[in-house]
T-cell receptor, first 116, second 111 residues
Framework: DARVTQTPRHKVTEMGQEVTMRCQPI?????VFWYRQTMMQGLELLAY????????DSGMPKDRFSAEMPDATLATLKIQPSEPRDSAVYFC??????????????FGSGTRLTVV | KQEVTQIPAALSVPEGENLVLNCSFT??????LQWFRQDPGKGLTSLLL?????REQTSGRLNASLDKSSGRSTLYIAASQPGDSATYLC??????????FGKGTKLTVNP
């Protein structure tokens, strides 16, 4: 089965450090999303890309978060500097815009980030 | 702004019981609605997707309905099993590509 791969699965870091999370979308999918999940807020959309171009990053704190797609097989989410309130599970999802009305999206297993 | 609400937040039932999970959304202008399952420490698994023009979808013991005009969807699970224990999330697709999620219903099926 095709799947979305996220690395690392777990990350513990100290406040102020840079954190980079990576996502490999399903081959052929042209839409990639970054979501954050916390107990309080649930799942929130941070940013998404279509054909590697950022379409919406309004959910992201711009001063410390950045999202990029260096190529079609890699999406990155970077936090610099990290803060304890960034502790959450970060999910990547991919889908095909051509089939947006029929196929839905596939989620990765997430990166659990803890900032101490 | 679209808001998605899931009731109840948690549900505990004995094995074999039929159950219904509820999802409501505030704006009926949606492309589709999707039900996901999330196991502890894991990602989301898509269960059922209902297009805005459809009324229901079925997969095995699962049946999802959609009433767009009233902003409601239900997920019906027949003959529940302990393996069904998980958090069930409802999400609606709005605008171009965004999914707006509810906070989920945590289901426990007791043997």
């Amino acid at each position: 089965d095709a799947r979305v791969t996220q690395t690392p699965r777990h990350k513990v870091t100290e406040m102020g450090q840079e954190v980079t999370m990576r996502c490999q979308p399903i081959l052929g999918h042209n839409t990639v999303f970054w979501y954050r999940q916390t107990m309080m807020q649930g799942l929130e959309l941070l940013a998404y890309f279509r054909n590697r171009a950022p379409l919406d990053d309004s959910g992201m704190p711009k001063d410390r978060f950045s999202a990029e797609m260096p190529d079609a097989t890699l999406a990155t989410l970077k936090i610099q500097p990290s803060e304890p309130r960034d502790s959450a599970v970060y999910f990547c999802a991919s889908g095909s815009y051509r089939d947006r009305g029929s196929l839905g999206y596939t989620f990765g297993s997430g990166t659990r980030l803890t900032v101490v | 702004k679209q808001e998605v609400t899931q009731i109840p937040a948690a549900l505990s039932v004995p094995e074999g019981e039929n159950l219904v999970l509820n999802c409501s959304f505030t704006d009926s202008a949606i492309y589709n609605l999707q039900w996901f399952r999330q196991d502890p420490g894991k990602g989301l698994t898509s269960l059922l997707l209902i297009q805005s023009s459809q009324r229901e979808q079925t997969s095995g013991r699962l049946n999802a309905s959609l009433d767009k005009s009233s902003g409601r969807s239900t997920l019906y699970i027949a003959a529940s099993q302990p393996g069904d224990s998980a958090t069930y999330l409802c999400a609606v697709k709005v605008g171009s590509e965004k999914l707006v999620f509810g906070k989920g219903t945590k289901l426990t099926v007791n043997p």
